[in-house]
């Protein structure tokens, strides 16, 4: 949902090859960035806190440590709201997932990433087949006021908090090569596409969110 917003701001301040571009530049950034931090993850089977503890000592990861975690804390509240204010039961569900663990995420996500790419495509054809010429077209209506290298800055800031949290996750992944390259393919292609998805209900339908289309 961060990354849709996103896209939607980026639409409104970038031509359709420039919204391309930032994708590409960001997306290469972050998918580095994290893949790298995949890596060492499933390597060691490390936390993030405590790489951070043999990166910088006990006392230099308190900062990295409270960074991540405030930002999180910020990032679940804004995910849970913006479900969960609509659906009351399903920000119960987000919070008793992560209760459980990673078992239970595993399960959660078998479900809502091939739910999430579906309703995300639907919606991005309704709201080109509600709109008035090209996407390229309706790109330039509003483009101008953000650059490349503006948009490559809003897509890596809009995930490098969660990516930089990476080995909590990836440190679970049968090897090392298997860590990466999930981490890679999620943040570079699959976060892309939700860019993609606020950005194309941003300039066809002009709401505030891609689930506005549905309606």
């Known amino acids: 949902s961060a990354s849709m917003w996103v896209g939607q701001q980026m639409a409104a301040g970038l031509d359709f090859w420039g919204f391309i571009k930032s994708l590409l530049l960001g997306g290469a950034i972050l998918g580095v960035y994290t ?10 089977g490390l936390s993030m806190d405590l790489l951070a503890k043999r990166a910088f000592g006990e006392k230099g990861s308190y900062l990295s440590s409270a960074m991540i975690s405030f930002t999180q804390i910020g990032w679940f509240g804004v995910g849970v709201a913006m479900f969960a204010i609509p659906v009351l039961v399903a920000g119960g569900c987000m919070t008793a997932s992560a209760y459980f663990g990673i078992d239970s995420l595993t399960v959660v996500s078998y ?6 790419a579906i309703l995300g495509t639907v919606a991005m054809v309704m709201a080109v087949r509600q709109g008035n010429g090209t996407i390229v077209d309706q790109f330039a209506v509003s483009s101008g006021s953000v650059t490349v290298i503006g948009g490559a800055g809003m897509v890596v800031g809009s995930f490098v908090s969660g990516g930089t949290a990476t080995p909590n996750f990836a440190r679970f992944a049968k090897d090392a090569k298997s860590g990466t390259i ?9 976060n892309s596409l939700m860019f993609f998805f606020g950005a194309i209900a941003y300039i066809f339908v002009g709401g505030n969110d891609i ?3 549905m309606i």
């Not at 999930?182 to 699959?190: D, L, Y």
């Open 182 to 190: 999930a981490t890679v393919v999620a943040f570079f292609i699959g």
């Open 211 to 213: 689930f506005e289309v």
């Open 35 to 44: 893949g790298l931090l995949g890596y060492v993850g499933a390597k060691t």
């Open 111 to 116: 479900i809502a990433v091939p739910l999430v």
